[in-house]
């Protein structure tokens, strides 16, 4: 018998960490996800493993965004030291992502430690080091979609494209035990078969359990197309104005959709009076990783925007300015008009962004263009929610810049779209609903028994589900 743990991503979107066990398997690890939100010295703080680091066998990574991946290097410097396996793609992102998460935590717990100095209480010791990352790098052991490898003897384990982000993956493990064999297939998150450079998720056919995301479970999302006409007629009323253009956008999979639809409007010729600059240089790295696998991306929708490109960077928006150095971002602080900038943090609690708003919030010329989730007590929510005076740097300033949201983009599958993944199995297996807030898997769970008759499980954290 095989069982598996739920142990994160349980009614909640970030922390994704589940423990498959049976004799024949050993213990696997499917994701090592963080928590999001809050500082990193409290959140890390709070993150206790409900299992042995080392004796855990291998790891299994679906994706290398931070809250699916980022306690590797914990995990590490706690004695694991098996395989992590995951998708070649995935490999080059999480040294990106990992590397920027220990560099914000440890820059974080530094100042944290200068204050409690001063309050003549002791320093707190890392989580984890530079070092741990690393390690946790040199661990990965990279497959192939559709490549079939070994866990152990008796088990093998396969990816599937989950279309998500670059590398995502769906992951599904055959565990073969006194001559019968169990499939678990653990979605990941799947991605939105209407976003742009992502192929649409694979449909699986066969499996006893499914552990299935439900991120956007309570709703479906608008048309693409109606997003892509507001962001023309943003553009055309931001140039009436002779104004400066800033997107806040996340360095992985948003930031190279935005340049795919800005490379879209460039060819329509509503992109000629700006100057696109791309500042923040993880974006960039992350851009160039996305270049590396230009051809595994979705060709169709390259081709329909842009025909012959081989290369995001070169040939969506052929006059893109790649900010790298400090000295180029704070030469951008001089371009009076028609400079659109694009920079993370995506809901601006950090990077590049805060900036360029604390320099341009004031004047009522520029327009700040949402798209992605503003979650809560970030700037990006209180901009979004109409705020007139926000704090940027310990500086008031006074909101008069022009806000627009931009709702069509997503990552994630909606309602009707996770309805159509699992409706594929033909072998109705016991589905756990994961990743998701508790609200939004009621609904799934409601919709996918009205529609479908398929009864759900909404999992618990702790929760020992057997297979
Ligand atoms: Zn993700």
């Given at each position: 018998?095989?069982?598996?743990?739920?142990?994160?991503?349980?009614?909640?979107?970030?922390?994704?960490?589940?423990?498959?066990?049976?004799?024949?398997?050993?213990?696997?690890?499917?994701?090592?996800?963080?928590?999001?939100?809050?500082?990193?010295?409290?959140?890390?703080?709070?993150?206790?493993?409900?299992?042995?680091?080392?004796?855990?066998?291998?790891?299994?990574?679906?994706?290398?965004?931070?809250?699916?991946?980022?306690?590797?290097?914990?995990?590490?410097?706690?004695?694991?030291?098996?395989p992590i396996y995951c998708a070649d793609a995935t490999a080059d992102l999480l040294k990106i992502m990992l590397l920027d998460s220990v560099n914000i935590y440890l820059g974080d717990l530094e100042?944290?430690?200068?204050?409690?100095?001063?309050?003549?209480?002791?320093?707190?010791?890392?989580?984890?080091?530079?070092?741990?990352?690393?390690?946790?790098?040199?661990?990965?052991?990279?497959?192939?979609?559709?490549?079939?490898?070994?866990?152990?003897?008796?088990?093998?384990?396969?990816?599937?494209?989950?279309?998500?982000?670059?590398?995502?993956?769906?992951?599904?493990?055959?565990?073969?035990?006194?001559?019968?064999?169990?499939?678990?297939?653990?979605?990941?998150?799947?991605?939105?078969?209407?976003?742009?450079?992502?192929?649409?998720?694979?449909?699986?056919?066969?499996?006893?359990?499914?552990?299935?995301?439900?991120?956007?479970?309570?709703?479906?999302?608008?048309?693409?197309?109606?997003?892509?006409?507001?962001?023309?007629?943003?553009?055309?009323?931001?140039?009436?104005?002779?104004?400066?253009?800033?997107?806040?956008?996340?360095?992985?999979?948003?930031?190279?959709?935005?340049?795919?639809?800005?490379?879209?409007?460039?060819?329509?010729?509503?992109?000629?009076?700006?100057?696109?600059?791309?500042?923040?240089?993880?974006?960039?790295?992350?851009?160039?990783?996305?270049?590396?696998?230009?051809?595994?991306?979705?060709?169709?929708?390259?081709?329909?925007?842009?025909?012959?490109?081989?290369?995001?960077?070169k040939d969506f928006i052929p006059s893109l300015f790649l900010s790298v150095t400090p000295e180029n971002s704070m030469a951008i602080n001089k371009i009076a008009s028609g400079a659109l900038i694009?920079?993370?943090?995506?809901?601006?609690?950090?990077?590049?962004?805060?900036?360029?708003?604390?320099?341009?919030?004031?004047?009522s010329r520029n327009t700040v263009i949402f798209c992605g989730f503003q979650a809560m007590g970030t700037l990006g929510r209180l901009l979004v929610d109409g705020k007139k005076m926000v704090k940027?740097?310990?500086?008031?300033?006074?909101?008069?810049?022009?806000?627009?949201?931009?709702?069509?983009?997503?990552?994630?599958?909606?309602?009707?779209?996770?309805?159509?993944?699992?409706?594929?199995?033909?072998?109705?297996?016991?589905?756990?609903?994961?990743?998701?807030?508790?609200?939004?898997?009621?609904?799934?769970?409601?919709?996918?028994?009205?529609?479908?008759?398929?009864?759900?499980?909404?999992?618990?954290?702790?929760?020992?589900?057997?297979?």
């Open positions: 018998m095989a069982t598996v743990k739920i142990l994160g991503a349980a009614q909640e979107v970030t922390g994704s960490c589940h423990l498959v066990e049976s004799p024949v398997l050993g213990k696997v690890l499917l994701d090592c996800g963080m928590h999001q939100g809050a500082n990193s010295i409290k959140r890390l703080g709070k993150e206790h493993f409900a299992f042995e680091p080392h004796d855990i066998d291998a790891v299994v990574l679906s994706h290398a965004h931070l809250d699916h991946s980022g306690l590797l290097p914990k995990l590490v410097s706690l004695g694991f030291q098996g100042r944290e430690n200068r204050k409690r100095l001063r309050k003549g209480n002791a320093p707190l010791e890392p989580e984890y080091s530079e070092d741990d990352v690393y390690k946790t790098l040199l661990l990965c052991v990279t497959k192939d979609y559709s490549e079939s490898f070994n866990l152990s003897d008796h088990a093998r384990c396969t990816f599937f494209d989950a279309g998500h982000i670059l590398g995502s993956a769906i992951v599904q493990i055959q565990i073969t035990e006194k001559g019968s064999t169990k499939t678990l297939v653990f979605s990941g998150d799947l991605g939105n078969k209407n976003a742009v450079l992502m192929k649409d998720p694979s449909y699986l056919q066969q499996a006893d359990i499914v552990l299935m995301e439900g991120t956007y479970g309570d709703r479906n999302h608008r048309p693409i197309e109606d997003t892509v006409q507001q962001l023309r007629e943003i553009l055309k009323e931001a140039e009436t104005r002779r104004g400066n253009i800033m997107i806040p956008a996340f360095a992985v999979g948003r930031t190279q959709e935005i340049l795919f639809y800005l490379g879209q409007l460039h060819r329509e010729g509503i992109l000629q009076n700006w100057q696109v600059i791309l500042d923040s240089p993880m974006a960039i790295e992350v851009t160039k990783i996305y270049d590396s696998w230009f051809s595994s991306l979705d060709q169709k929708d390259i081709n329909q925007a842009t025909p012959n490109a081989l290369s995001i960077i694009i920079a993370g943090s995506g809901m601006c609690n950090g990077g590049r962004i805060k900036h360029h708003l604390k320099n341009r919030l004031w004047d940027i740097f310990n500086d008031s300033i006074a909101v008069k810049a022009n806000i627009e949201t931009l709702g069509g983009f997503s990552a994630h599958a909606d309602q009707k779209a996770l309805v159509e993944w699992i409706s594929h199995f033909s072998t109705s297996p016991k589905l756990v609903l994961v990743h998701g807030d508790g609200e939004a898997l009621d609904k799934l769970s409601h919709a996918l028994w009205e529609e479908k008759g398929i009864s759900t499980i909404i999992a618990t954290r702790g929760e020992c589900i057997a297979f």
